[in-house]
């Protein structure tokens, strides 16, 4: 039987209507997730082309295999020094485009079946951090109000308290997003396109009916712009957290050399309401986890619920206790 020739216009093709045909039309991909399996790509083209003297142009079917793609993967975690999490995920958009390529090249499926076969990389599994209601509270009270950064980003930390957000989902806000009539509440657009409404405290409310008072801001614009009036990025706010966390009010050793992520807050707001006894169901809602299974790890979080726990539950003495048979039948046979 002679060989399978693959030719690099072959693969260059299958890329194209990877991106065109099965993400776009049939799956209909958020950006977020065309974004991500280009990156992917980006990065694998570039590591053939350095490390294997190959020019994406060149690039066949069959120098898609099990071994490039393990190498790459190395070379991510080696040399770039990306964690497991984003291993995974570059290994997610390789697995997903050899299925495609399987449908499509059925000659090379022998070959895209070694890929498909690659196992995700196990992890563990941090325990989440989270802050007190004191540190909460010195932090919400950093910025300085006599400047305009200070005043959006104590909006910005008010915002991420109050609705457990994502940093995705809290620099998507439009001012259209707020509901300021009757209850207040706000607008998130989550991951995979899911949306759901939080409602606002009242201090919340009164924060962000000020602000767009005061900058005139109108209903198609972000409701926290940075200084050009656009949407600010993921590290603009981690460096204004930063800076936050940095000029706190002093007493609060909660904050002292810690770094503050977005995500901490969105965990202190979970833990804070399972600590004033909100039921998991309503929180999972809240934060706009898919399943409450998620939020289960909430409760393994807090130490002091654990405590709580254990205080209440008597421990056995055993120094009087005494073994006593349950019911006659088990008497007897010891009595034998």
Not at 18 to 43: E, I, K
Not at 111 to 132: C, D, N, T, W
Not at 215 to 238: I, K
């Amino acid at each position: 039987m002679n060989a399978v020739v693959f030719r690099s216009e072959e693969f260059a093709g299958l890329v194209q209507r990877f991106f065109l045909q099965r993400l776009l039309q049939q799956r209909n991909a958020s950006p977020a997730t065309v974004a991500a399996y280009r990156d992917t790509f980006r990065l694998l083209l570039a590591y053939v082309e350095q490390h294997r003297g190959l020019r994406p142009a060149q690039m066949t079917l069959e120098d898609f295999d099990a071994p490039l793609v393990l190498d790459f993967l190395n070379f991510l975690e080696a040399e770039r020094g990306n964690g497991i999490r984003t291993r995974n995920a570059r290994l997610a958009a390789l697995r997903s485009f050899a299925q495609y390529a399987a449908l499509q090249c059925p000659a090379a499926l022998e070959r895209l079946q070694q890929v498909l076969a690659i196992p995700m990389k196990r992890f563990e599994k941090p325990l989440l951090g989270f802050l007190s209601r004191e540190a909460m509270r010195a932090l919400l009270a950093a910025p300085d109000l006599a400047t305009w950064f200070g005043r959006r980003d104590r909006l910005l930390l008010a915002l991420l308290y109050n609705t457990g957000a994502r940093v995705s989902e809290v620099i998507a806000i439009r001012v259209e997003d707020v509901v300021r009539s009757g209850t207040p509440a706000v607008h998130l657009h989550g991951k995979g396109r899911k949306q759901r409404t939080v409602p606002l405290w009242k201090e919340t409310a009164t924060q962000v009916n000020q602000w767009i008072r005061d900058e005139a801001l109108p209903a198609s614009v972000p409701l926290l712009p940075n200084r050009h009036g656009q949407p600010m990025t993921r590290s603009n706010v981690a460096e204004r957290l930063a800076l936050a966390a940095q000029t706190a009010p002093p007493g609060c050793p909660d904050l002292v050399g810690r770094t503050v992520t977005p995500h901490i807050i969105r965990h202190t707001t979970a833990m804070h309401m399972l600590q004033s006894g909100v039921d998991l169901t309503i929180i999972a809602l809240w934060l706009g986890h898919e399943s409450p299974l998620t939020t289960h790890g909430y409760v393994e979080a807090d130490l002091a619920m654990k405590e709580r726990a254990l205080a209440a539950v008597d421990p056995p003495n055993l120094k009087t206790a005494r073994y006593q048979p349950p019911d006659r039948l088990l008497r007897f046979l010891e009595s034998l």
